[in-house]
């Protein structure tokens, strides 16, 4: 697809999502979560301390940002949505009780749908347009679950990087891509079960910046995927400011949500898909 006519004549395009797990980013992985209090406590840092600090960022350097949380989370933590929502930015669906897909029946899956539309429904959160799967494990049920409830994007697959259509049995989503690499998780994410990483934060800083810079070389978007927990940190949060100062400093970004990106990017998709299938 080609991205040469982002809004105000940009040259690149940048989105900041975070995945607000909080406690459910470890509820979701099994019952026996619920009597572990300190890795509880370590999912509700991501909110009581990562979400502030990280609207205070974005409102310095006005960057309207996605934000895809569980229905778990919202209901749990009610004034986090309306911080969200006030602030201007994007609340996107991602699941209720972060089950993974894959490991999740084709019920349960169906209702970690249904249960996180109702939750934003309760708590007055506009129905969200985009949806990202737990893991990024994307599943053909949940793929058919997306289309039956109207999304108009998803967030989970990673065959381009660059917006696209991804494909399933003879239907399609457009897909906003993501990739490890672009990821906060990986680096720094830890539990004493399974080991982990802490890594150099200053390599997050390299490698991001040099993701953007062959974007804005090959006029596209990105996309990076922050956990409010991890990169909330004040020590990580320099290096994502660090990057923000540096794709700010040219002048030629469109900072966007992914609501927005779907927006300008599904009418070129579509054409583009005409044009093949003729």
Wanted: hydrophobic share 40%.
């Amino acid at each position: 697809m080609s991205e040469n006519a982002f809004p105000g004549g940009k040259a690149v395009a940048v989105s900041l999502t975070f995945d607000v797990d909080a406690e459910a980013g470890w509820l979701g992985e099994g019952e026996e979560y619920a009597r572990r209090l300190t890795i509880l406590s370590e999912g509700r840092y991501g909110v009581i301390r990562g979400v502030p600090r990280i609207l205070n960022l974005l409102a310095r350097y006005d960057i309207p940002a996605t934000f895809f949380v569980p229905g778990y989370t919202a209901e749990q933590h009610p004034g986090l949505v309306e911080s969200l929502l006030e602030a201007g930015h994007e609340i996107a669906h991602h699941g209720y009780l972060h089950l993974r897909s894959d490991k999740a029946s084709a019920q349960a899956q169906a209702d970690e749908i249904v249960r996180g539309l109702e939750v934003f429904e309760k708590l007055g959160v506009p129905r969200p347009r985009g949806y990202r799967s737990t893991s990024w494990e994307l599943t053909p049920e949940t793929f058919d679950l997306l289309l039956e409830h109207g999304f108009a994007y998803d967030s989970s697959c990673m065959g381009d990087d660059r917006p696209y259509l991804e494909q399933w049995d003879g239907r399609q989503i457009l897909e906003i891509p993501v990739h490890w690499s672009l990821d906060d998780w990986p680096r720094f994410g830890w539990n004493i079960d399974g080991g982990g990483n802490v890594a150099d934060p200053e390599e997050l800083r390299r490698s991001w910046i040099a993701e953007f810079e062959s974007a804005r070389a090959e006029r596209r978007h990105t996309s990076f995927t922050m956990h409010p927990e991890v990169i909330g940190r004040p020590y990580r949060l320099a290096q994502l400011e660090a990057v923000i100062e540096h794709v700010a400093a040219g002048g030629d970004v469109w900072w966007a949500r992914l609501d927005e990106v779907a927006e300008h990017a599904a009418p070129r998709l579509s054409v583009a898909a005409t044009a093949v299938s003729r």
